[in-house]
C-alpha cells in the first residue's frame, strides 16, 4: 500500500524539478537565451500576451536575442515592453526586427546571481521536502490504519529517504552546473 504513496508522489518530484530547471532558464548568464525575453508581457490589440504569444525569438550568436513579431505594426509595442522590462539590455530596433545585445556581466553581478541560483536551489529542496512530509504522513497514517506493519512503514520510510537523497542530489547537480555557467566568463 505504502509502495502507491512513493509511485503515486514521484510525479510530485518531477514537478519539483521541472520547475526548478524553467525558474533557471530565466536566469541570465553570458549567453543569450530566448527563455529570458519569452516571459515579457506585451500590451497589445488591448490585451496583455507573452512576447512568445506575438513573434518570433531567434538567438543569431551568443550574445544577442533577435525578436521579429509576426505582425510588424506591433514593434512599438514589442519595444515599450522590453524597456520597461528593466532586463539590462537595450533593444535596438532595425526595420521589423529587434536586436538585443546582451553586455558582459560583471563580476559583481555573477556573484549576485550566484545568490539567487542558491536562494531558488534551496526552495526547490524545500519543495522536496514538503513531497516528502505528505508522503511520510501517508504511510504513517496507513500504519495508524494497520493498512501495513511497523516493519513496511520502516522499509517504506528508508526507500522514501533514498528518494528523497536521489532528488535532491539531482537539484544540487543541475544547481552547480548552473553555478559554472554563471562564472564562466
Keep these: 500500500m505504502a509502495m502507491n504513496h512513493l509511485e503515486a508522489h514521484k510525479?510530485?518530484?518531477?514537478h519539483v524539478l521541472e520547475h526548478f530547471q524553467k525558474e533557471l532558464q530565466s536566469l541570465r548568464t553570458g549567453r543569450a537565451s530566448p527563455a529570458l525575453v519569452e516571459g515579457i508581457r506585451v500590451e497589445t490589440y488591448g490585451q496583455m500576451m507573452d512576447l512568445k504569444s506575438v513573434a518570433s525569438l531567434t538567438i543569431p550568436d551568443a550574445k544577442t536575442i533577435q525578436i521579429e513579431p509576426w505582425d510588424k505594426s506591433i514593434i512599438k509595442d514589442i519595444e515599450k515592453a522590453l524597456i520597461d522590462a528593466s532586463l539590462g539590455m537595450q533593444p535596438n530596433v532595425a526595420g521589423t526586427v529587434i536586436r538585443m545585445v546582451m553586455p558582459p556581466m560583471t563580476e559583481e553581478g555573477r556573484k549576485n546571481l550566484v545568490k539567487v541560483l542558491h536562494q531558488k536551489t534551496e526552495a526547490a529542496k524545500i519543495s522536496i521536502r514538503n513531497v516528502r512530509e505528505k508522503?511520510?504522513?501517508?504511510?504513517?497514517?496507513?500504519?495508524?490504519?494497520?493498512?501495513?506493519?511497523?516493519?513496511?512503514?520502516?522499509?517504506?520510510?528508508?526507500?522514501?529517504?533514498?528518494m528523497v537523497s536521489e532528488w535532491n542530489g539531482k537539484i544540487t547537480k543541475i544547481g552547480e552546473d548552473k553555478e559554472q555557467e554563471i562564472l564562466t566568463i
Design 11 to 14: 510525479q510530485d518530484f518531477e
Design 135 to 162: 508522503i511520510k504522513s501517508a504511510i504513517t497514517e496507513d500504519e495508524k490504519q494497520k493498512n501495513i506493519s511497523e516493519d513496511e512503514r520502516k522499509r517504506n520510510l528508508e526507500q522514501l529517504d533514498k
